[in-house]
């Protein structure tokens, strides 16, 4: 059974940073992709970043690219996603997902329509 569950999020001024964790079980890293997608006030989902560790494969979408790093401590079974140079538009609700590696479409564009598996969620507060 696959359960994701996220920590790190806060309330943190523009310019800082922040480490987001997707604590992860029953996920076969090899077959499976993760994500991290974010929802802010009013706004759909959108996808932020994914990893597909066994075929070296990240993607990230514009609106981070450069600032965001995703990573997998295998050990730990955990996703981080570093998040740096925060803005107030990157406040949201994060939340990490995970699905097999072919139907997640991580690598492309992401969208959560192809994500079956869910966090709860972890807020992100970035104030100017």
């Known amino acids: 059974q696959v359960q994701l569950v996220e920590s790190g999020g806060g309330s943190v001024q523009a310019g800082e940073s922040l480490r987001l964790s997707c604590k992860t079980s029953?996920?076969?890293?090899?077959?499976?992709?993760i994500g991290w997608f974010r929802q802010a006030p009013g706004k759909e989902r959108e996808g932020v970043s994914c990893?597909?560790?066994?075929?070296?494969?990240?993607y990230y979408s514009d609106s981070v690219k450069g600032r965001f790093s995703i990573s997998i401590d295998r050990a730990e079974d955990t996703v981080y996603l570093q998040m740096n140079s925060l803005t107030p538009e990157d406040t949201a609700v994060y939340y990490c997902?995970?699905?097999?590696?072919?139907?997640?479409?991580?690598?492309?564009?992401?969208?959560?329509?192809?994500?079956?598996?869910w966090g709860q969620g972890t807020p992100v507060t970035i104030s100017s």
């Open positions: 029953g996920v076969p890293f090899d077959y499976y992709a």
């Open positions: 990893i597909n560790s066994s075929d070296d494969i990240t």
């Open positions: 997902a995970s699905e097999g590696k072919l139907a997640s479409r991580c690598g492309d564009r992401i969208v959560p329509r192809d994500w079956g598996y």
